[in-house]
């Protein structure tokens, strides 16, 4: 068993992790204060990965494109609130469905009428490429360390500002009665754009890591959504901590799956079957899992309590 | 009253549907034959998703992965030689069925957005599992090798004879769903979608009834995926994918849910659509999108609530 | 001693740091009208919960018509013979009066697994359902929408679906709630009688009913039983007073 190669898929793992918890963050945070289903919020971590290779065929700099595609979700996520979104949250969870799958359908052919429908090429910042050596004889590459590292400062970022600021304390107080922030006078509808504008840019700066690593083409916030989804069922709706605990486990049993499940198949069955059912099975372990959480614990791992 | 309406209306679509092929005989353009096949063939496949969506409240987002386990039940048996309509459509609504038993024995014990987002996760891994085996294609899909063979003169092979096939499949079907929302069953069903608690405190166990009706409605659907693999006579997982599931959705909505006649004003509309707006621009999707969200903004009764007299909803 | 029809020992339910029901232990005998009062919060409605299989209680027993029925769940509490009327109206708005009533003696009726006959011609179904609509006074409200009824005859509706069900032991919670003076006064009539012909616990805030109506009465405070007895007895206990302090307990 090669060990360093176990290493580097668990890092892998981590990094998907951390990549889906910036997906989640902001979908749960929705979910929870607005009782909204959002599916559109693919199209946001897809917004995010074409905005950054746009300005910085603009610019020229990696960091003004990473700043101005962050920008530009976060502007895009507050106006289709504004516009499309607001009258929706007394409706049924129907409605929200429909509406947003309506956006997805939209913002995938803005996207291809804009760049077309073949894949973009991002690539990897120079100042990032290269590797990192974690361990003697490992070298992972740089770029999906920084990944882990602004994953895992987002998450302590957002563990700062809800536990410790005022607008965590809202958010908190939102996400377990709704009515009652609203009846105590805050400005229910500025927090709501706020937490969703938020939430757009978190799915952004996923977006935008992601579009060097994964193809950037219409369609792609949709395969990152449905894992996201898996997250926050398994995590708990509503609970950033569950989005949290839940994504770095999806991750990692996604990536650690694909990796070996086929080769340990092989110990046990033919090569030729292990062949095809490997990757079959491989891609069906995390909605196991998921149903496995979902016998024992209905409402996920930590549930927000909510009212 | 709405029920003697709805009736008079859904005569009127099923001999106008029979018309059809003779229209378009009459012009020359057997393309509208291929068209409003594929249209009833959805039809069937929205009808199923009403019942529990419509009737039963359950939202569902699955619903296309039993039209991909009933188009491969027709595609792979045939790869091997079985052929006969008999083996493969009656296998198609077996599988579909136990595929909804099997998802809706986890999903059902969770309600609310919970329950959109499991149905539409073990949906979208069915379709994972589709693009992964490589002996059934994999990603590329298959062809079919044949079309069904129902014996004797019902030749699908031929267009008009396909097209009356479906047509009487789709005309039982409703007057099937019909009785069955009268039924006690479908009292059920709706009472559920209107009070659970309440019935719970009556003394319904109403877990089996709604699983029962889960499994019923996957298992017509997989008939629509049997009917489709025949239409198109290729298959894919992508007829599996969640957008797929929402297209579906999105006809049962747009004809106007729980009425049983308007997921197939719904499948033909958004078919109808699709055409015209797709010989305009091929960025059709973009006028869609939008479209969509107006429709659940301010016409929720669907097209069948804008018809006069329509707003009444079935009871 | 015949066992009483409904028998709770030690009943405890916890909200996070909430104890709700903190060791209840209740006996009520066949026939018996039992009503169970206390101040706002004191885990009336908890209880009653947890007595119709709606809530699962954390700790103790509930046994009811001879078996121990704690961990069922609420229809299957239902089929043995416990039947509950809500706090807060919760019927069919959708469906007739006459429907809402139906379908509570169609889950008695059998299984449900009916495909093809419509249910609305099942006489044996519509004729008890006029019966019992009748008997709560909604007779000619029969196709009227639930929906629309007013709330005096909503929480009729209410009764009139817990006994279409065939019950020993009606569970009352706050059957009176929000009505006025005269629909109030017609519902006392309506549980009057009903009284010694089922068994029933009743929890409520209106005195006069409780008065009129009760054998014995059960006061919770706090989520306990702090005294149980007859309304005279209980009227004079010194102890309800005090956990009544400011709330008249009247007449």
Redesign the interface.
């Known amino acids: 068993m090669n060990w360093l190669l176990v290493v580097e898929q668990c890092l892998n793992g981590l990094q998907l992790g951390v990549m889906l918890f910036l997906m989640a963050a902001g979908l749960t945070l929705v979910f929870g204060i607005m009782n909204f289903v959002n599916l559109a919020h693919g199209s946001l971590y897809m917004l995010g990965a074409y905005f950054a290779v746009a300005f910085l065929k603009w610019t020229g700099s990696f960091a003004a494109s990473v700043v101005l595609a962050l920008l530009a979700t976060l502007v895009v996520g507050m106006l289709v609130e504004v516009i499309a979104l607001r009258t929706l949250y007394e409706r049924d969870h129907l409605d929200h469905v429909l509406a947003t799958f309506g956006l997805i359908l939209f913002f995938n052919e803005l996207v291809a009428i804009a760049w077309g429908r073949a894949a973009l090429f991002a690539s990897v910042p120079p100042a990032l490429g290269g590797f990192v050596e974690i361990l003697p004889r490992l070298r992972y590459p740089l770029y999906r360390a920084v990944i882990i590292l602004v994953g895992l400062a987002v998450a302590l970022l957002l563990y700062v500002v809800v536990s410790r600021t005022r607008l965590g304390m809202l958010i908190r107080a939102g996400a377990s009665n709704r009515t009652m922030v609203a009846a105590l006078g805050v400005n229910i509808r500025l927090l709501y754009t706020v937490v969703f504008g938020f939430g757009a840019a978190l799915a952004g700066l996923g977006g935008l890591m992601a579009g060097p690593i994964y193809t950037v083409q219409p369609g792609m916030g949709e395969e990152i959504l449905i894992e996201v989804l898996v997250v926050i069922v398994i995590g708990g709706i509503g609970s950033i901590r569950g989005a949290l605990v839940g994504a770095v486990v999806v991750g990692m049993v996604d990536t650690l799956g694909r990796a070996f499940l086929k080769p340990m198949l092989a110990t046990v069955v033919s090569p030729a079957a292990a062949d095809s059912a490997g990757p079959a099975l491989a891609s069906m372990l995390i909605y196991i899992l998921m149903a496995a959480v979902l016998y024992f614990r209905p409402q996920g791992l930590f549930p927000a309590t909510r009212s | 009253m709405a029920r003697r309406r709805r009736a008079l209306a859904m005569l009127a679509a099923l001999a106008a549907l029979a018309a059809i092929p003779l229209v378009a005989g009459l012009v020359n353009q057997p393309f509208y034959l291929d068209l409003f096949r594929r249209i009833m063939i959805f039809a069937i496949a929205a009808v199923s998703l009403d019942i529990i ?1 419509g009737y039963g409240g359950m ?1 569902s ?1 699955g619903h296309a992965a039993y039209l991909g386990i009933g188009a491969y039940a027709v595609a792979i048996p045939a790869l091997h030689g079985v052929h006969s309509a008999w083996v493969q459509w009656p296998l198609a609504m077996a599988l579909s069925g136990l595929a909804a038993l099997a998802i809706g024995a ?1 999903s059902l ?2 309600s ?3 329950f ?3 149905t ?3 949906a ?2 069915l379709y ?2 589709g ?5 059934w294609g994999g990603d590329d899909g298959m062809r079919l090798a044949r079309r069904s063979q129902l014996g004797g003169p019902l030749d699908l092979g031929d267009p008009h004879v396909f097209y009356y096939v479906v047509l009487a499949i789709l005309a039982v079907l409703l007057l ?1 769903g019909d ?2 929302i ?7 069903i709706r ?1 559920v979608k ?2 659970e ?10 877990l089996r ?1 709604k699983l ?1 009706a889960f499994v019923l409605a996957g298992a017509v659907g997989g008939l629509a995926g049997a009917l489709l693999a025949n239409q198109t006579e290729y298959l894919t997982p992508s007829y599996m994918h ?2 797929r599931s ?1 297209d579906i ?2 006809m049962v ?1 747009l004809g106007g849910m729980g009425t049983l006649a308007g997921p197939v004003l719904g499948a033909a509309a958004f078919l109808l659509l699709e055409n015209v707006l797709s010989a305009w621009t091929v ?4 006028i ?6 107006l ?3 301010y016409a ?1 009764g669907g097209l069948w609530g804008l018809l006069p007299g329509g707003a009444s ?1 079935d ?1 | 001693m015949t066992e009483p029809l409904l028998q709770v020992r030690g009943l405890r339910k916890r909200f996070g740091g909430l104890v709700a029901t903190d060791g209840v232990d209740l006996d009520v005998a066949a026939g018996e009208t039992v009503a169970v009062i206390g101040p706002n919060g004191a885990g009336k409605t908890t209880l009653i919960a947890q007595l119709s299989g709606d809530l699962a209680p954390d700790a103790g027993r509930i046994r009811f018509a001879g078996a121990d029925v704690t961990a069922l769940p609420a229809p299957a509490r239902s089929r043995l013979g416990l039947a509950r009327s809500f706090q807060i109206t919760s019927i069919f708005r959708e469906f007739s009066a006459l429907d809402n009533v139906a379908l509570a003696v169609q889950a008695h009726a059998g299984h449900s697994f009916r495909f093809w006959r419509p249910a609305r011609a099942e006489a044996a179904l519509r004729e008890p359902a006029r019966t019992v609509l009748e008997q709560v006074g909604l007779g000619a409200r029969g196709d009227v929408p639930a929906g629309t009824l007013a709330h005096g005859e909503q929480r009729q509706l209410e009764i009139a679906m817990a006994l279409a069900t065939r019950p020993t032991l009606l569970l009352l919670d706050e059957p009176v709630a929000g009505m006025g003076l005269d629909e109030s006064a017609r519902m006392v009539q309506l549980l009057r009688t009903l009284r010694g012909r089922h068994t029933i616990v009743l929890v409520e805030h209106d005195m006069d009913v409780v008065f009129a109506l009760a054998d014995r009465i059960s006061v919770m405070v706090d989520g306990r039983v702090i005294a149980t007895g007859a309304p005279e007895a209980i009227r004079m206990n010194p102890e309800v007073r005090r956990a009544y302090l400011g709330e008249e307990v009247s007449a």
């Open positions: 969506l939202v987002f986890i014990r969770t609310g957005v919970y959109i987002m499991i539409l996760a073990f979208q891994m994972y599992v693009i992964s085996i490589e002996p099937v009785r069955v009268q039924a006690r069953f479908g009292t059920v009472a209107s009070n608690p309440r019935m719970r405190a009556i003394g319904f166990s109403t009834y029962a969640w957008t929402g959705m999105v909505i960025h059709w999707q973009a869609l999108g939008p479209l969509l969200v429709v659940v903004l929720r909803r009871d």
